[in-house]
């Protein structure tokens, strides 16, 4: 099995964005075309949609949504956290079964963050704290880097 790394999937130029953008990184998608890298999007693979309502932890940081003391949120208040927790155990599990390390991730994002997420007012403001998939994969021994 050859070690591959974990990637946000709008670094590697997807759409996935909540504005159907995405954030691509010329480097990162040549790995990609080579096959160096699994692209995930927790958001997409737990069932969110695109175009959508941007979203971030309202009470804490992605641990704290682990330990049911936070909530993920969409712009109007809608509660999208399962929908994350879903993503980030499919994400989690796709870096299992390749035997990932590492993993490249976006900065800022309630999922990708790593070190600094949005606050939860969606006001652009950050605070310190890790995303939710980036405490998944921390928590099982893989390295996150953030783009």
Do not use: W
């Not at 069932?47 to 704290?64: M, Y």
């Amino acid at each position: 099995m050859s070690r591959k790394f974990l990637v946000s999937a709008c670094l590697v130029g997807f759409n996935c964005k909540y504005n159907a953008g995405n954030n691509l990184v010329p480097a990162i998608r040549k790995h990609f075309r080579r096959g160096d890298c699994i692209p995930v999007c927790p958001e997409l693979v737990g069932g969110l949609a695109v175009p959508r309502p941007r979203i971030e932890i309202s009470g804490g940081d992605g641990i704290s949504v682990f330990r049911n003391k936070a909530r993920i949120v969409n712009v109007s208040g809608r509660d999208v956290t399962r929908q994350c927790i879903n993503g980030t155990a499919y994400s989690l599990c796709l870096a299992l079964r390749y035997g990932v390390r590492h993993a490249v991730l976006k900065k800022n994002s309630p999922c990708c963050g790593k070190g600094r997420i949005f606050d939860g007012t969606f006001n652009g403001r950050v605070i310190r704290g890790n995303g939710l998939l980036t405490c998944a994969l921390l928590t099982h021994g893989i390295k996150v880097s953030s783009l």
